[in-house]
């Protein structure tokens, strides 16, 4: 039998959500895998996304102690989403600006992917 296949848990996709919960379960001493169908590089270099992390999510990365090191890099105070070719633009200054942050996925995959793999020993397997 193979290691994954004695591993607890399995995450499909290394995504803002399948490295977030490797990385929370791995520093909780719960052994898991995440299983990505692309290589590193393509998901640090390739697949551009944009992405807010808002408030509550960032009060979750601060109790858990990463919100340094996952929020870590260019944070932007407005984003442009477009919606049937129409912009819109989302503005977090003022009191939103300490709850908030705007950040693009790809900034937030590298840093889970490097707190998770380079700082913390985690499984992925690309």
């Known amino acids: 039998m193979s290691s994954a ?7 499909i996709g290394a995504g803002v959500a399948g490295l977030t919960l490797a990385t929370f379960l791995h520093s909780s001493g719960i052994e898991c ?3 990505e169908r692309r ?8 697949r551009q996304r944009a992405g807010v992390v808002d408030a509550r999510n960032v009060q979750m ?3 858990w ?9 260019p944070v932007a105070q407005t984003i442009d989403y477009r919606t049937d070719g129409v912009s819109r633009i989302f503005d977090i200054t003022g009191d939103g600006a300490s709850t908030g942050r705007f950040c ?16 913390m020993g985690g499984d992925v397997r690309f």
């Open 104 to 119: 693009t996925q790809q900034m937030l995959v590298n840093n889970l992917l490097r707190v998770l793999i380079d700082e």
């Open 61 to 63: 990365f601060e109790r």
């Open 33 to 35: 895998v995440v299983l």
């Open 39 to 46: 290589d590193r590089a393509y998901l640090q270099t390739v």
């Open 65 to 73: 102690g990463f919100a340094e090191k996952l929020l870590a890099g």
């Open 5 to 11: 296949e004695q591993t607890p848990v399995v995450i």
